[in-house]
């Protein structure tokens, strides 16, 4: 990243999984991140926290697409760890989307 580039990220601290990380984003995604954690009720912190638990992507790139998406749908389907690894989903986070789009017909290549 460049150096102009990082000077625009606002660097902001948390404890994720017992662990200190920092996340750089826009200032920007940081509002809008804060706007949905006061409207879920829940501190940047628990969002945050939320978020890093569901991710299937890096930290800074979950956040910026749950804020992108207003914070209704996942980016990419969550990869399972391997039993006794990893937290328990949480139901509220992401809620159940079907996909949408027209279904393969008869001629379309795909079975």
Same mark, same amino acid.
């Given at each position: 990243?460049?150096?102009?580039?990082?000077?625009?990220?606002?660097?902001?601290?948390?404890?994720?999984?017992?662990?200190?990380?920092?996340?750089?984003?826009?200032?920007?995604?940081?509002?809008?991140?804060?706007?949905?954690?006061?409207?879920?009720?829940?501190?940047?912190?628990?969002?945050?926290?939320?978020?890093?638990?569901?991710?299937?992507?890096?930290?800074?790139?979950?956040?910026?697409?749950?804020?992108?998406?207003? *914070?209704?749908?996942?980016?990419?389907?969550?990869?399972?760890?391997?039993? *006794?690894?990893?937290?328990?989903?949480?139901?509220?986070?992401?809620?159940?989307?079907?996909?949408?789009?027209?279904?393969?017909?008869?001629?379309?290549?795909?079975?």
């Amino acid at each position: 990243m460049s150096e102009a580039a990082e000077r625009h990220l606002r660097k902001r601290s948390f404890q994720l999984a017992g662990h200190r990380t920092s996340v750089a984003l826009e200032p920007e995604f940081w509002a809008a991140l804060e706007g949905l954690a006061a409207a879920r009720g829940q501190s940047l912190a628990g969002l945050v926290t939320a978020v890093d638990r569901e991710r299937a992507q890096p930290l800074a790139s979950a956040l910026r697409v749950f804020a992108l998406n207003g *914070g209704a749908a996942r980016s990419a389907p969550r990869v399972q760890p391997p039993p *006794g690894m990893g937290h328990p989903p949480d139901p509220g986070l992401y809620p159940q989307v079907e996909p949408t789009g027209p279904k393969p017909g008869p001629g379309s290549g795909e079975k």
